[in-house]
Structure formats: C-alpha cells, structure tokens
T-cell receptor
Framework: GESVGLHLPTLSVQEGDNSIINCAYS??????FIWYKQESGKGPQFIID?????DKRQGQRVTVLLNKTVKHLSLQIAATQPGDSAVYFC??????????FGTGTRLLVSP | EAQVTQNPRYLITVTGKKLTVTCSQN?????MSWYRQDPGLGLRQIYY???????DKGDVPEGYKVSRKEKRNFPLILESPSPNQTSLYFC??????????????FGPGTRLTVL
C-alpha cells in the first residue's frame, strides 16, 4: 500500500492476476477521491473516482472501494495486463479544487 | 485534441538564472494548477488558479511565481532557481463544475535540473 517515505512501494503480479493497490487517506472531511495512473515519462492520467457517499464504484476492469471508517481506499484491477504497469496514485479532495496526492505504488506486471 | 501542453519538456539551467515554464490548455478550463513531483514525495501543489487573475499558494510555493492573465495560460516562473528546485513539474487543469468536484487533466511534465 501507499505510505509517506523515500521508498516507493511496489506490487508485482503475474499477467492475468487481479491486483489490489491500497491507500490510506488523512482527512476525514474529504469527500471525493481519485485514482491516477502514471506511466513512465508521462503525466498522471485519470482512472476512476468515487464520492464519499459511495462505498464502491466500478469501471472497465477497475473497481474502487472506499472505507470511511478506517479512511482507506483501494483500487482493484481485474485480469492485470502488462500495459497496466505504472505508478498508481490516490488523491483526496480537501476543498477548493485542492487535491492531496499519496506517494504512489508501482505496479509491475510480468508475462 | 483536448490537451494540456508544457514547454520546455526538459531544461538544464544554472543557479540564479530566471526561467519560465509555460502551460497552456485548450479545454476552456477555469482551474489550473502546478505540481512538482519528487521521488518518494508524490505530487505536491505549488500554486493554483481558480480563474483569470485569481491565483493562490499551494503547499510548496516558496521560490515560485505564477500569473494568470489569460484563461488558457498559466506560466510558472522561477526568478532565481536553486538546486533544490530540481524536479519534475506538472501543470494541470480542470473545469469548474457545480459542486466543484472533478478530475484534473495533466500535462506531460517538464524535467528541470538546476546546477
């Protein structure tokens, strides 16, 4: 999962497996959360979002789960593919268009 | 194509030499923001702008300036760069929707090295 520190957490999976990337957020008043994917040499790219009045939201091959009790967010990627290899960031919206980003998790998918 | 563009993409400069990184978006977005990305620290907001002529400090504004004279452009200015400003910089924009909650679109990044 994500954590503040100098080392980027890494999740290694086999192609076809399901991946789960975790994120702990800090502000209990945050009411909107986003997952971003950042490929090498590129800017972050929106994957999926969820509002605090929801527990779960599904997209294409991705699901985000929100547990407000323990301030925890997770991103599930089904049938992970080599193209999913990237760094994944969660971000929480703390108001006034201000997004606070986690430090990221590197996902490595091996064939 | 809807996009956020940044220039230059790569820049190596020396301490104290003023520089500007440009950012432009063609989506008519009201909100724009600058972030820096450093290993292990994620993205940290430098400055943001809610609209033309409206700018505000983010989490790490020291050593930076911005301006928002036009809706599409949001340049980042380093008046006297220092080596601790060596980083990867991203510009982002988003529309201002009712409720104020929406995704941000990021540019491709500018890698700056200050010697």
């Amino acid at each position: 999962g994500e954590s503040v520190g100098l080392h980027l957490p890494t999740l290694s999976v086999q192609e076809g497996d399901n991946s789960i990337i975790n994120c702990a957020y800090s502000n209990s008043a945050s009411d909107y959360f986003i997952w971003y994917k950042q490929e090498s040499g590129k800017g972050p790219q929106f994957i999926i979002d969820i509002r605090s009045n929801m527990d779960k939201r599904q997209g294409q091959r991705v699901t985000v789960l929100l547990n407000k009790t323990v301030k925890h967010l997770s991103l599930q990627i089904a049938a992970t593919q080599p193209g999913d290899s990237a760094v994944y960031f969660c971000a929480e919206y703390t108001g006034f268009q201000k997004l606070v980003f986690g430090t990221g998790t590197r996902l490595l998918v091996s064939p | 194509e809807a996009q956020v563009t940044q220039n230059p993409r790569y820049l190596i400069t020396v301490t104290g030499k003023k520089l500007t990184v440009t950012c432009s978006q063609n989506m008519n977005h009201e909100y724009m923001s600058w972030y820096r990305q450093d290993p292990g620290l994620g993205l940290r907001q430098i400055y943001y702008s809610m609209n033309v002529e409206v700018t505000d400090k983010g989490d790490v504004p020291e050593g930076y300036k911005v301006s928002r004279k036009e809706k599409r452009n949001f340049p980042l200015i380093l008046e006297s760069p220092s080596p601790n400003q060596t980083s990867l910089y991203f510009c982002a924009s988003s529309p201002r929707l009712a409720g104020g909650l929406n995704e941000q679109f990021f540019g491709p990044g500018t890698r700056l090295t200050v010697l």
